[in-house]
C-alpha cells in the first residue's frame, strides 16, 4: 500500500461531525513526520466524495487556506453542514470535533 493509500484510509475513517490535524492523520497512517505529506496527498484527493479532506485541519482548528476544492471558505461551509462548530476566532471547536484531544 502506498503513503497517500494509507493517508486516505485514515482519513475515510474520519467521522461526519469530527475532525483530525495533519499530524494525527500523519500519525495513524504511520509515520508522525508525515503531516506536510498529508497535505500533499489531500491536495491531489482523487476521489473527495469518498476521501473527506474537509475534516482534516491544522492543529489550531484553522482550515487548510490552500483547501483545493473551493478555498477555506468552502471547507468551513462543508463543515458547518456536517455539524462542526467554530470558535470566536474561526477556527474548528476542536475541544468539541477533534477525534483525539
Keep these: 500500500m502506498s503513503t497517500f493509500e494509507k493517508i486516505y484510509d485514515v ?3 474520519i467521522p461526519k461531525g469530527r475532525v ?3 499530524g494525527q492523520v500523519a ?3 504511520g ?3 508525515w503531516a506536510r505529506v498529508v497535505g ?3 491536495h491531489s ?3 473527495p466524495n469518498e476521501i473527506p479532506c474537509h475534516r482534516v485541519v491544522m492543529k489550531d482548528g484553522s482550515v487548510a487556506p490552500g483547501f483545493v476544492f473551493g478555498g477555506p471558505d468552502v471547507q468551513k461551509q462543508i463543515l458547518s453542514s456536517e455539524g462542526i462548530t467554530f470558535t ?3 477556527k474548528v471547536d476542536m475541544e468539541k470535533h477533534a477525534v483525539f484531544r
Excluded: E, F, H
Aim: hydrophobic letters at 35%; charged letters at 20%.
Design 11 to 13: 482519513v475515510k475513517s
Design 20 to 22: 483530525m490535524t495533519y
Design 27 to 29: 500519525i495513524l497512517a
Design 31 to 33: 509515520n508522525p513526520r
Design 40 to 42: 500533499y496527498a489531500l
Design 45 to 47: 484527493n482523487p476521489n
Design 88 to 90: 470566536k476566532d474561526g
